[in-house]
């Protein structure tokens, strides 16, 4: 789905859509057939997770 989708979807299923929204992406190399993640996508695991902690400290979050 394309983030307007999800947006629609999250404002038809909790009434409302939220106040802020990322998008958050990780390119690949390549695509194909596997189990295991590529060694670059996870080396940029531990910077998206940063990026993601520093959206929820600057724009706070609730638990539901």
Do not use: K
């Amino acid at each position: 789905m394309d983030p307007p989708s999800l947006l629609a979807m999250a404002g038809a299923l909790c009434g409302h859509m939220p106040a802020h929204a990322f998008a958050l992406t990780v390119g690949a190399g390549r695509l194909g057939y596997g189990t295991e993640i590529a060694g670059p996508v996870w080396q940029a695991i531990p910077r998206a997770c940063r990026l993601v902690g520093n959206l929820l400290s600057a724009f706070g979050h609730s638990q539901a």
